[in-house]
T-cell receptor, first 113, second 117 residues
Framework: KQEVTQIPAALSVPEGENLVLNCSFT??????LQWFRQDPGKGLTSLLL?????REQTSGRLNASLDKSSGRSTLYIAASQPGDSATYLC????????????FGEGTQLTVNP | EPEVTQTPSHQVTQMGQEVILRCVPISNHLYFYWYRQILGQKVEFLVS????????KSEIFDDQFSVERPDGSNFTLKIRSTKLEDSAMYFC???????????????FGEGSRLTVL
């Protein structure tokens, strides 16, 4: 059974700092990995999708990497801003495109002005 | 930009009542999903739906739950005889799956908050 773990559970940083969020998963037979942002009481916004054959994806100040063999992914946020404050969720999809996502518990990020 | 829409945004019901949560997935998407998130806990998979039938379901998705695609646009989750522990945020999601595009990326709605009293 796939287990997804995110470290740290919470992170508080001053504005402008670069930061790394970590995600690990137990079963490396994945189809893809997706990073989401969740604001309090809101839905999940897709940030980055990495296919199992890819090593990294970038979108603006965000960069996600994937090391499938070691079961790890990182989300790098450059020059953090107060508007980045949210919970960041990592989720992995099993071996086919239609199968379920398994989520981690998330990292709650606070960026202080 | 196309998005997944869900109604209602919040529903309060009495224990034992039936609830129907509605979703309109993105129009050219072929896979539909329901997930739930109990307050303070992980997002959990409930069920996936493809080609007018359930393709996968979790152990949470027991006989109390059912899904339906009553027409070409709506996707519903029915919870029969609600229990206190069904209180959660329910998320609908859809993903594209065609011969040309099959990234498996999921797009989520804003959720329906269900409160069972």
């Amino acid at each position: 059974k796939q287990e997804v773990t995110q470290i740290p559970a919470a992170l508080s940083v001053p504005e402008g700092e670069n930061l790394v969020l970590n995600c690990s998963f137990t079963d490396s037979a994945i189809y893809n990995l997706q990073w989401f942002r969740q604001d309090p009481g809101k839905g999940l916004t897709s940030l980055l999708l990495i296919q199992s054959s890819q090593r990294e994806q970038t979108s603006g100040r965000l960069n996600a990497s994937l090391d499938k063999s070691s079961g790890r992914s990182t989300l790098y946020i450059a020059a953090s801003q107060p508007g980045d404050s949210a919970t960041y969720l990592c989720a992995v999809k099993k071996e086919t495109s239609g199968s379920r996502l398994t989520f981690g518990e998330g990292t709650q990020l606070t960026v202080n002005p | 930009e196309p998005e997944v829409t869900q109604t209602p945004s919040h529903q309060v019901t009495q224990m034992g009542q039936e609830v129907i949560l509605r979703c309109v997935p993105i129009s050219n998407h072929l896979y539909f999903y329901w997930y739930r998130q109990i307050l303070g806990q992980k997002v959990e998979f409930l069920v996936s739906f493809y080609n007018n039938e359930i393709s996968e379901k979790s152990e949470i998705f027991d006989d109390q739950f059912s899904v339906e695609r009553p027409d070409g646009s709506n996707f519903t989750l029915k919870i029969r005889s609600t229990k206190l522990e069904d209180s959660a945020m329910y998320f609908c999601a859809s993903s594209e799956a065609t011969l040309m595009t099959n990234t498996g990326e999921l797009f989520f709605g804003e959720g329906s908050r269900l409160t069972v009293l």
